[in-house]
C-alpha cells in the first residue's frame, strides 16, 4: 500500500481508547481484550468495526483481525496490509514512547490455515487481565470462511462476549479539530448541493408546473455531488452520500432517515427534503421543508418548529445529558402548543461521525449519556400528520414540516449550526399568483388541450397580450390605491411631528476674555501695534488709541497691499447682513448692536533714524499670524462640526476564538489615510474590526448597520462588503455613514501598448486565471457572509443587488448602474456609493418624460419632508417601465411628468403649511389623471417662471434646458403651437413674419409697439429651438 498513515493521529487516538478502557465506566470495565475483525461485504455502508479503523488509520483495512489487550496489541492481516500498518508497529525497541502496548503484526496466508496465528492471539488474550471476556461490536458480522473460522474460534475457546458498540461509539464521538475540519466542509458541501442544485431545480420544477418524481429528484441530486460546481472546488472522488436522498410530498410523510423517496410525482405543497453528503469517511445532513403557497396555519406552525429548533440548540451544552435536552424541548412544545406534542417526532436527533447514525447515541426521552465539546450531532424536529384545513384534495389534507441540521457542540455556548442554509419562511416558502390567476390558468390548460399542438401557439399568444394588458391596468389600479393611502398617511405624520418644534441652534458667540485680568501687558500693546494672542486666539488692534481684542472668529478676511512707501493691512469682519457660510446662516446673538465692518492700518515701509526696524513689520509679522491662527481655528471648528452629533456607539466584544469568520486583504472606503492600505475584516460577538496593516482599527457593529450589501464581481471589476449605517461613525478625522471592503479582480488598468491576439495563449491562460480567481473570491466572500449570519442568528442579513432589475443613472457627476435589494437602491462599485432606504421613499416623480427624450430624471421623495429630494438624471427611456414594474411591486407610488420643478420651493412650501398642502389635494398635483390637474400644472408653469431669471448672457439661457421653455410657452400660446408646426414643415422667414403679424391681428394687440416686440423676441429664441429639433 502506498497510502501514508497519520502516525500522530493513530497514537493520540489509540492513547484515548486505551484511557478510557482504563477507566472502567460501563461495558469497559467488565471486559478482559477487545477483538475487532473486519471481513468483505460491499452491502455494508456503516459498521462499528470500519469505522475504528478509519478513525484510526484514515482507512478500511478489510479481512483484518485486531486484538486489543492490556499489553500488546496484534494485528493479523494479509501482506500488503501488514507493510501499511508497519508505518506504527516499528518502534526503537518495539516499545512505545506514547505509553500504549507495543503492536504485533501476523501475515495471514491465503491459502493456508491461520491456526497458529489465531493460536497467538488466543494466548495473546488470555493473558491479558481476566483472559475470560473479549469487548466485540455484536452486530458487526461480516460473511466469509475467514471471519467464520475466527469467530469459531472464539466460541470454542468459551470466551464470554460483551457488546462494547456504546461506550466505543463514545468515546469516538468527540472530534479533534481535524474531525471538526472534515465534518465542517462536508456540512458546507451538503448546504451547497441543496442551495445551488435542490432547491434551484424545485423552483424550476414549481415555475414550469412540471410532473417529476420523487425517485428522479433523488436520484438527479446524487448524479449532481459528481459535477465540480456544486462541492465548492472539492475534487468529486472524496465526496459520497450518507444515504439516499428523502424527498416526501402529497400527504405521504415519514419522517426518518431509513425510508426512500418514492415513485410518486411530487405535490406542490409541503416538500421536506433530507440529505447528507459524506466528505472523507465524515458525515453531515441537512433537512428542509419548502412550501408552495402556505396557508396561514402551516406558516405558523412552521415558524413555531424554527422556534423549537432554537431551543433545543440553546439546550445543547457541554455536560447536558441528552434525555434532559429532549425533555426540555418537549416540555417547551406542551407549554406553547400542547396540541403539537403528540405531533413531534419520537427523537430530535443522533450523534454523527464516521458513522451515519450512532444507535447509542440518540437524542430521546431515556438517553443518559452527557454531551461533551468538540460533538456533532445531526438534530432533525418535525411534526407529523399536521392537517390543512383549507386542503381540497386528498394530497392536500396532509403535510407534515421536518427541520434538521448539522450542528457542533459548545463548552457554554448554545450550539453552533454548521449548515447555515437559510430556513425562516421567506426562504422556503414560494408563493404564487392568486387564485383568480389560477383559475384562468386552469382554463387556459383546457382550452389547450382542446385545441391539441397546432392551435396551441396561438392561444398562448392571445393569453400573454390579455395578460400583459391586465398587468398594465393592475398596476395603474395599484398606484390608485397608494395614491389615496400616501396623502392619508402623509398627513398623519405631519399632524404627529408638528408638536416636535426645531430648536434653531444660535451660533457660538466666541468671548475673547471674560475680565480685564487676562488681557496681556505686552509692549506692542503700550506702543499703539497690533498684537496676536495665540493662547486665546485674538486679535488686540489698536482703535482710536484704545487696545481692543476681536476674536479670530469675527475675522473674514485679511489682506495686505503694499503701495509706494506704505503698507496697507484690511481686515473685514463678520455683521449682520454679511454671508457666513452656507451651512450657518445670519445668526448673531446681538444683532441690533454696533458692528464695526472693516479696518484698514497704515504703516510707513520707511526707516526712521533711531528705529530698530521698519514699522511696516509689525503689520507684515500680524498678517502672517493672524493667517496661521485663523485656519487653525478653522481647522478645530471644522472637526468639533463633523463630531457634532456623532451617537456614542457601544464597545465592541472581541472573540478571542481564532475561528471567527475573517477576510484578508481587503481595502477600505474611505481612505483611513492619504493612501490606500489593506487589512482585514474580523467578526466578533457584537461587531465587525477592521484592522489595517498599519494598525488602524475601524469597528462597526451589528445593532448600527442599516443595510449589509455584498455585490458579488459579476460584471464588475471589485467585489464589495458595503456598510450603511444607521448612525455616522468618526475615522479619519471625518464621520461616515457609508464604509465598505472591496477587493480587486483582475486588472483594472490595460496596457494598450502591449500587442493584443485573441489566441495570445498568454491572454487565454490570464482569462482563465481571472476566471479562477473570481470564483474563488465569491466563495470566500459567499463564506464569509454565511458564518456572520449564523454567529448574528440572522439578525444581520446581506443583501444582494438584483443585476436584472438594474438601471443606468447619474446620482453624482458619473453615470453608474443602479441596482435594487430586497429593502433599497444602491450603487456600491462607484464612490461615492448611492443608498436610498425604500421604506423612507414617499413616492418618486419621474421629470422630462417626453417622447422626443431619450433620457428622463428621477426625483426621491422622502418621508421626513425636510430631508432634501434625491435625484438621479440621464435615466435612458427604456428603462421607464421596468422602473414602474419595481416599484409598484415595493408598494411606492411613482408619478411622472413633462417639466423639471423646483424642489427646493415645493418642500418648503409643504413643510410651511402641510395642513394647505392637503387640502389642496396633496401630492396628485404630480399626477396627471387626478381632478384639477390643469391649474395645478399652472401653478407648477408660474413656479417655473418665477425661478427663471433671464440675463443679458445669451450662452447661460441656451445652456437652460430649451426644450422645457420652449414646451411650457407652447403651451400657454396658440399661435406659438402653429408656428412650431408650420416651421417644421420647412418655411422661409418671410412667410413666418406674415404668419406672426396675422397672429397679432387676431389677438386684439392694442398698439404696433407691442406686436413689433414681440415678433423680435420670437424670432430671436427661434433659432436655437429649430436647431435643437432638428438634432
Keep these: 500500500m502506498a497510502a501514508n498513515l497519520d502516525k500522530e493521529a493513530y497514537y493520540r487516538r489509540i492513547k484515548r481508547l486505551y484511557g478510557n478502557w482504563k477507566k472502567g465506566e460501563d461495558e469497559f470495565g467488565k471486559v478482559d481484550a477487545i477483538v475487532v475483525s473486519v471481513g468483505v461485504d460491499e452491502e455494508i455502508v456503516y459498521a462499528k468495526s470500519t469505522a475504528i479503523q478509519t478513525w484510526l488509520f484514515g482507512y478500511e483495512v478489510t479481512d483484518t483481525i485486531m486484538v486489543f489487550c492490556d499489553t500488546k496489541i496484534l494485528f493479523l492481516a494479509s501482506k500488503k496490509k501488514v507493510d501499511f500498518l508497519k508505518q506504527v508497529a ?28 489465531f493460536d497467538k492471539m488466543i494466548e495473546a488474550i488470555r493473558g491479558s487481565r481476566g483472559g475470560k471476556t473479549v469487548g466485540v461490536f455484536s452486530k458487526d458480522k461480516f460473511p466469509g470462511e475467514y471471519m467464520k473460522s475466527w469467530n469459531d474460534t472464539l466460541t470454542a475457546e468459551g470466551l464470554e462476549k460483551v457488546d462494547i458498540s456504546a461506550v466505543v461509539a463514545y468515546t469516538m464521538a468527540v472530534k479533534e479539530d481535524g474531525e471538526l475540519g472534515l465534518m465542517k466542509k462536508a456540512a458546507a458541501i451538503t448546504s451547497e448541493v441543496y442551495s445551488k442544485f435542490f432547491k434551484e431545480r424545485v423552483m424550476e420544477i414549481v415555475d414550469a408546473d412540471e410532473k417529476v418524481r420523487h425517485s428522479k429528484l433523488a436520484e438527479s441530486v446524487e448524479k449532481a455531488i459528481e459535477e465540480k460546481k456544486y462541492l465548492g472546488g472539492v475534487d468529486p472522488s472524496t465526496v459520497e452520500m450518507c444515504y439516499p436522498p428523502i424527498i416526501q410530498s402529497g400527504g405521504n410523510y415519514s419522517l426518518k432517515f431509513s425510508v426512500v423517496s418514492d415513485k410518486n410525482h411530487m405535490h406542490f405543497g409541503a416538500i421536506t427534503c433530507a440529505m447528507g453528503i459524506r466528505y472523507k469517511s465524515y458525515c453531515s445532513n441537512l433537512v428542509r421543508t419548502l412550501m408552495v403557497d402556505p396557508p396561514q396555519e402551516m406558516q405558523d406552525n412552521y415558524n413555531f418548529l424554527l422556534q423549537v429548533e432554537e431551543e433545543l440548540l440553546k439546550e445543547l451544552k457541554h455536560g447536558v445529558k441528552l434525555c434532559d435536552a429532549y425533555n426540555t424541548v418537549l416540555e417547551y412544545v406542551k407549554k406553547e402548543k400542547a396540541d403539537l406534542v403528540a405531533k413531534l417526532t419520537k427523537n430530535l436527533g443522533f450523534a454523527m461521525g464516521i458513522e451515519f447514525r ?90 389547450e388541450e382542446l385545441l391539441g399542438k397546432g392551435a396551441r401557439g ?64 505686552e509692549k506692542d500693546i503700550r506702543e499703539m501695534k497690533i498684537f496676536i494672542d495665540k493662547k486665546y486666539e485674538t486679535v488686540v488692534m489698536p482703535i482710536f488709541g484704545i487696545a481692543t481684542p476681536f476674536h479670530i472668529a469675527t475675522i473674514k478676511n485679511i489682506s495686505m497691499s503694499v503701495e509706494g512707501d506704505y503698507t496697507y493691512l484690511r481686515i473685514n469682519f463678520y455683521v449682520p447682513g454679511s454671508s457666513l457660510g452656507r451651512q450657518e446662516g445670519n445668526i448673531f446673538p446681538n444683532p441690533d448692536a454696533t458692528f ?121 471589476m471589485i467585489i464589495v462588503l458595503h456598510f450603511h449605517l444607521k448612525n455616522a461613525i468618526m475615522f479619519g478625522k471625518r464621520r461616515h455613514t457609508d464604509v465598505q471592503f472591496y477587493t480587486e479582480v483582475g486588472e483594472i488598468t490595460t496596457d494598450l501598448g502591449k500587442h493584443q491576439h485573441m489566441h495570445d495563449r498568454d491572454d487565454l491562460y490570464a482569462e482563465q486565471m481571472e476566471r479562477e480567481m473570481r470564483h474563488k473570491l465569491k466563495s470566500a466572500f459567499k463564506n464569509f457572509i454565511e458564518k456572520v449570519e449564523t454567529l448574528t442568528r440572522e439578525e444581520l442579513e446581506f443583501e444582494v443587488p438584483f443585476r436584472d432589475l438594474g438601471f443606468q443613472g ?8 443602479l441596482q435594487p435589494t430586497s429593502s433599497s437602491l444602491v450603487n456600491v462599485t462607484e464612490w461615492p456609493p448611492f443608498v436610498v432606504t425604500l421604506d423612507e421613499v414617499e413616492l418618486v416623480h419621474f421629470e422630462r418624460v417626453q417622447f422626443h427624450l431619450k433620457n428622463f430624471d428621477v426625483v426621491i421623495v422622502y418621508k421626513d419632508y425636510n430631508k432634501k429630494v434625491t435625484m438621479i438624471n440621464a435615466v435612458p427611456v427604456n428603462s421607464l417601465d421596468p422602473i414602474k414594474e419595481w416599484l409598484n411591486s415595493c408598494d411606492i407610488k411613482y408619478t411622472e411628468g413633462v417639466q423639471s420643478l423646483n424642489w427646493t420651493k415645493i418642500m418648503k412650501t409643504i413643510v410651511d403649511d402641510p395642513e394647505g398642502f392637503f387640502e389642496q389635494g396633496g401630492w396628485s398635483f404630480l399626477d396627471p389623471e387626478s381632478e384639477g390637474s390643469g391649474a395645478e400644472e399652472d401653478s407648477e408653469s408660474e413656479m417655473e417662471d418665477e425661478t427663471f431669471n433671464p440675463s443679458a448672457d445669451e450662452t447661460e439661457v441656451e445652456e437652460e434646458d430649451s426644450d422645457e421653455d420652449y414646451s411650457s410657452e407652447t403651451e400657454n400660446s396658440d399661435y406659438s403651437a402653429s408656428l412650431g408646426s408650420e416651421e417644421e414643415s420647412g418655411k422661409d422667414w418671410d412667410e413666418l413674419e406674415e404668419e406672426a403679424r396675422k397672429a397679432d391681428k387676431e389677438s386684439h394687440y392694442e398698439d404696433e409697439d407691442t406686436s413689433n416686440k414681440k415678433r423680435k423676441n420670437r424670432s430671436s429664441t427661434l433659432p436655437p429651438v429649430k436647431k435643437k429639433r432638428r438634432s
Design 90 to 117: 516499528i518502534t526503537k525497541g518495539n516499545e512505545n514512547a506514547n505509553g500504549v502496548p507495543p503492536i504485533t503484526l501476523l501475515t495471514r496466508e491465503k491459502n493456508e490455515s491461520n491456526k497458529p496465528n
Design 458 to 521: 396561438a392561444a398562448l399568444l392571445a393569453d400573454r397580450t390579455r395578460n400583459e394588458m391586465t398587468a398594465e391596468e393592475k398596476r395603474r389600479a395599484h398606484q390608485k390605491e397608494l395614491a389615496n393611502s400616501l396623502n392619508e398617511e402623509a398627513k398623519r405624520r405631519l399632524t404627529e411631528q408638528k408638536g416636535e418644534q426645531q430648536i434653531q441652534k444660535a451660533r457660538k458667540s466666541n468671548v475673547s476674555y471674560k475680565n480685564v485680568s487676562q488681557m496681556p501687558r
Design 358 to 447: 450512532e444507535g447509542s447515541l440518540v437524542l430521546n426521552s431515556k438517553n443518559q449519556y452527557k454531551l461533551k465539546k468538540g460533538m456533532v450531532l445531526s438534530i432533525s424536529i418535525g411534526f407529523a400528520d399536521l392537517t390543512n384545513k383549507e386542503g381540497k384534495k386528498e394530497e392536500q389534507k396532509k403535510y407534515a414540516l421536518f427541520v434538521g441540521d448539522t450542528v457542533q457542540i459548545n463548552e457554554e455556548e448554545a450550539a453552533t449550526v454548521l449548515t447555515p442554509v437559510k430556513k425562516k419562511i421567506k426562504n422556503v416558502g414560494i408563493f404564487l399568483k392568486n387564485d383568480d390567476e389560477e383559475d384562468e390558468e386552469e382554463e387556459v390548460d383546457d382550452a
Design 596 to 716: 464695526v465692518k472693516e479696518i484698514t492700518y497704515r504703516a510707513s515701509n520707511l526707516k526712521a533714524p533711531g528705529d530698530t526696524s521698519v514699522p511696516s513689520t509689525n503689520l507684515q509679522n500680524a498678517f502672517r499670524i493672524i493667517k496661521e491662527v485663523q485656519k487653525r481655528y478653522k481647522t478645530r471648528e471644522a472637526e468639533e462640526k463633523e463630531k457634532e452629533g456623532i451617537v456614542k456607539q457601544d464597545s465592541l466584544v472581541i472573540n478571542l476564538n481564532r475561528s471567527n469568520p475573517k477576510l484578508k486583504d481587503l481595502y477600505i472606503r474611505p481612505n483611513i489615510a492619504q493612501k490606500r492600505m489593506q487589512g482585514s475584516l474580523e467578526a466578533h460577538t457584537n461587531g465587525f474590526r477592521f484592522t489595517s496593516v498599519r494598525g488602524d482599527k475601524v469597528d462597526i457593529l451589528y445593532n448600527n448597520i442599516k443595510h449589509a450589501i455584498f455585490q458579488p464581481c459579476d460584471g464588475e
Design 810 to 817: 447619474a446620482p453624482y457627476r458619473s453615470t453608474c448602474l
